[in-house]
């Protein structure tokens, strides 16, 4: 495993250590990575509104980015 996935997993346990029962991201050239960690692609209108109303959502990552789920444990 190399220092992207330890980093990614670190921050999934966190997140579910903090509560969260599902994580999103966006991404525009790792959607073969995250797989690995569980993610899965989903459409951006799956995506609840309080999330959709992020930086990142509105103005950060384009509009073509991959928009991808994670459940928690």
């Known amino acids: 495993q190399g220092l992207g996935h330890r980093l990614a997993e670190a921050a999934l346990e966190l997140a579910g250590e903090r509560g ?3 994580v999103f991201l ?4 790792a959607e073969r990575f995250f797989p690995r960690l569980g993610f899965e692609p989903i459409p951006r209108d799956a995506v609840p509104p ?3 109303a992020s930086v990142e959502f509105t103005s950060a990552c384009p509009a073509s980015a991959t928009v991808m789920r994670a459940r928690l444990r």
């Open 50 to 52: 309080s999330v959709r």
């Open 20 to 22: 969260a029962s599902t």
């Open 26 to 29: 966006l991404t525009t050239t």
